[in-house]
């Protein structure tokens, strides 16, 4: 098991920007792909990012494409999602999680997560 820590939200009003880290425990980090996930109030968790082990391929949900970018530092054993020209309906609580890869932006295909981080956009 990995444990995963994010860190990085908060408020902030529509238009501006907010960068989210999540910090693995494992050395063994890079043999992970990761994932951002977020959950609204009353809505089921979904797929926002995803990143490769080496950090190759990126994925995203069509929504935040333009405006996130996941990336990854192996070295510090942790995992990035910039978020831009944020909108009120990026309001949720975000979720990293370390996976197998083989379905990066499935929620089954992640066996670790971390406890989450609430963003909230203000219009």
């Known amino acids: 098991q990995v444990q995963l820590v994010e860190s990085g939200g908060g408020l902030v009003q529509a238009g501006g920007s907010l960068r989210l880290s999540c910090a693995a425990s494992e050395r063994t980090f890079s043999r992970y792909a990761m994932g951002w996930f977020r959950q609204a109030p009353g809505k089921e968790r979904e797929f926002v990012a995803a990143i490769t082990r080496t950090g190759g391929i990126t994925y995203y949900t069509d929504s935040v494409k333009g405006r996130f970018t996941i990336s990854r530092d192996n070295a510090k054993n942790s995992v990035y999602l910039q978020m831009n020209s944020l909108e009120p309906e990026d309001t949720a609580v975000y979720y990293c999680?370390?996976?197998?890869?083989?379905?990066?932006?499935?929620?089954?295909?992640?066996?670790?997560w971390g406890q989450g981080t609430q963003v909230t956009v203000s219009s």
């Open positions: 999680a370390a996976g197998g890869g083989w379905s990066p932006k499935k929620k089954s295909d992640y066996d670790n």
